[in-house]
């Protein structure tokens, strides 16, 4: 009795073991036949020992390096693809990606040229727009401007991007300045767009 309830449960593990092997190829298959874009990057320079972050995807896969010993590349929990610079040389990684959960996905090609060593403080360079911190406290009547904002690695002006905020009953914000002024006590999020590439951060808010 003991060895047929030990069959039995091997050939349950068994039967799950293939369900979800075939559920994966099915899902292998999938994301092949529903691509329908492929797209190359611009080509990125690193020094040895730095690092390029991507924008942030909803989803990455087939992560590869043709040359490891250039570049190692992995992905975060906020679905961002990491790029570190191993040694001196150019390579490709490729990956797929979808924006969000509606989205086909896209075959992404991303050149890389590492030459040189890094200064102690170019270790990361960051893709998108972003903000110097996520997060501000400000005095109730008072204004404030966002600067330190950079836009894939070089400074932007806070008047080269479009602006608005999340509740205007907190702050109200200049669409073509980015001049925060704090009116009522709360929080808030305010949203900066750059106008050309489409890319977008925000910061949040605390008015006391």
Same mark, same amino acid.
């Given at each position: 009795?003991?060895?047929?309830?030990?069959?039995?449960?091997?050939?349950?593990?068994?039967?799950?073991?293939?369900?979800?092997?075939?559920?994966?190829?099915?899902?292998?298959?999938? #994301?092949?036949?529903?691509? $329908?874009? *492929?797209? !190359?990057?611009? +080509?990125? &320079?690193?020094?040895?020992? %730095?690092?390029? /972050?991507?924008?942030?995807?909803?989803?990455?896969?087939?992560?590869?390096?043709?040359?490891?010993?250039?570049?190692?590349?992995?992905?975060?929990?906020?679905?961002?693809?990491?790029?570190?610079?191993?040694?001196?040389?150019?390579?490709?990684?490729?990956?797929?990606?979808?924006?969000?959960?509606?989205?086909?996905?896209?075959? #992404?090609?991303?050149?890389? $040229?590492? *030459?040189? !060593?890094?200064? +102690?403080? &170019?270790?990361?360079?960051? %893709?998108?727009? /972003?903000?110097?911190?996520?997060?501000?406290?400000?005095?109730?009547?008072?204004?404030?401007?966002?600067?330190?904002?950079?836009?894939?690695?070089?400074?932007?002006?806070?008047?080269?991007?479009?602006?608005?905020?999340?509740?205007?009953?907190?702050?109200?914000?200049?669409?073509?300045?980015?001049?925060?002024?704090?009116?009522?006590?709360?929080?808030?999020?305010?949203?900066?767009?750059?106008?050309?590439?489409?890319?977008?951060?925000?910061?949040?808010?605390? /008015?006391?």
């Amino acid at each position: 009795m003991k060895k047929l309830r030990t069959a039995g449960f091997i050939c349950v593990i068994a039967l799950v073991i293939s369900c979800f092997s075939t559920a994966v190829f099915a899902d292998a298959a999938a #994301v092949d036949d529903s691509s $329908t874009s *492929s797209v !190359t990057l611009n +080509a990125v &320079t690193l020094a040895e020992h %730095t690092s390029f /972050v991507s924008d942030t995807y909803f989803g990455v896969i087939n992560l590869s390096v043709d040359d490891k010993s250039v570049v190692a590349a992995t992905t975060d929990s906020q679905g961002r693809v990491i790029v570190s610079a191993i040694g001196a040389g150019t390579t490709k990684v490729r990956y797929w990606y979808r924006p969000d959960s509606l989205s086909s996905w896209t075959r #992404v090609t991303l050149p890389i $040229t590492v *030459s040189g !060593t890094a200064a +102690a403080d &170019t270790a990361v360079v960051e %893709t998108g727009l /972003v903000f110097p911190q996520s997060s501000i406290s400000i005095a109730m009547g008072s204004d404030y401007t966002v600067t330190g904002i950079k836009l894939n690695g070089t400074s932007v002006d806070a008047s080269s991007l479009l602006w608005v905020a999340s509740s205007g009953s907190v702050v109200t914000v200049e669409p073509n300045t980015g001049k925060i002024t704090a009116v009522g006590i709360g929080t808030a999020v305010v949203y900066a767009i750059d106008p050309a590439t489409k890319a977008a951060a925000n910061i949040n808010l605390s /008015v006391t």
